[in-house]
């Protein structure tokens, strides 16, 4: 079956797959003010939430991206002197194609690629916020590296994170990067738990089909 024809369906996550090819991969890794209005962006989707077709999910995905990349282009132009720019993403069906299939490394998801090369073409820091736990850190960085992110920093769930609510552990890394001098400018994610909290001038979701993409 072609990717163009996949249909996502609910099994063994890929995060899962990942974890077990962790320990055979060899990696390298990398390390990472302002509260803002958040304008969320969504797409209207048309697929079923119990069987998403991938090209559905990709035009759903543009149709976003297409809202959020001439804000970008706006707002990286209308850069401060001094100021340090950051855009926060999550991984799994934001920056990776993470439910259509489980190979390794994972593809990028291209509308959200295309917006990410061209911030950080233009001196902007990529952070990614994951519920993925700390265990696949190196893969996980490796494998946004390989698809074409420029990875300032990788945040992951520890031990303790993993009891925490998971919108306010997103949120309580957002901080963190604030707290370095960054001026979050867009934050984006396929789920409510990935925009809530604030700490992003803006914030684009992207399709999750009722919670059916994780």
């Not at 249909?7 to 003010?33: D, E, S, Y």
């Not at 991206?65 to 999550?90: C, N």
């Not at 069906?93 to 998801?109: H, I, V």
């Not at 994170?161 to 604030?178: C, G, H």
Request: with cysteine; aromatic share 10%; glycine share 8%.
């Amino acid at each position: 079956m072609s990717r163009g024809t996949w249909t996502r369906r609910i099994g063994m996550t890929a995060a899962a797959t990942i974890a077990v090819t962790a320990l055979t991969v060899p990696v390298g890794a990398q390390a990472t003010t302002a509260t803002g209005t958040s304008t969320v962006a969504t797409a209207t989707t048309a697929a079923a939430a119990e069987d998403v077709d991938y090209d559905t999910w990709q035009k759903d995905c543009q149709a976003v991206m297409d809202q959020a990349l001439p804000y970008l282009k706006q707002r990286i132009a209308a850069t401060k002197p001094g100021e340090k720019q950051a855009i926060v993403f999550d991984i799994d069906n934001t920056t990776l194609e993470t439910d259509f299939g489980f190979s390794y490394p994972q593809p990028a998801n291209g509308p959200v690629l295309e917006a990410a090369k061209y911030a950080q073409e233009h001196g902007v820091a990529l952070f990614f916020v994951t519920a993925r736990p700390g265990i696949i850190y190196s893969v996980t960085d490796y494998n946004l590296k390989n698809v074409g992110y420029q990875v300032s920093g990788l945040y992951v769930r520890s031990f303790l994170d993993l009891f925490k609510n998971v919108a306010d552990y997103k949120t309580a890394q957002r901080v963190a990067i604030e707290s370095k001098g960054y001026t979050i400018i867009a934050n984006i994610g396929n789920s409510a738990t990935d925009l809530s909290g604030g700490h992003a001038e803006k914030t684009y979701k992207l399709p999750d089909y009722d919670g059916q993409l994780s």
